[in-house]
């Protein structure tokens, strides 16, 4: 594995797992519709940041390329978390931000 994914991997990966716990817990609000699109984005840019994280493990030449469509969607799933007043929108907001820091840090 290429050492420089190493930091943008652990976060890809801390993204999903963050996305994947806010569009379940979304799942229990009382109003599910009003969360519906933050759910589809979390379940879009979990998606994706594990195949970032897979792609850049791997050494694919498409790895940065596809960062650069990683960061797009973290940035648009930490932009519609962080609306949401929940503790785990905001945990969501924080670690999607995070990853598109660290998606175009590494394409840079």
Known sequence: MNSSYEDCISECLRCALACE?????CLREQ??????NC???????ADMCRLAATLMARGSSLA???CVLCAKVCRACGEEC??????????CSQACQA???????MVA
């Open 31 to 36: 109003d599910v519709q009003m969360m519906a």
């Open 99 to 105: 990853c598109a820091q660290a998606c175009e840090t």
């Open 64 to 66: 940065n390329e596809f």
């Open 21 to 25: 716990s806010c569009a379940s817990a």
């Open 82 to 91: 962080g609306t949401h007043n929940a503790e785990h929108c905001q945990k």
């Open 39 to 45: 759910i589809r984005l979390d379940r879009d840019c």
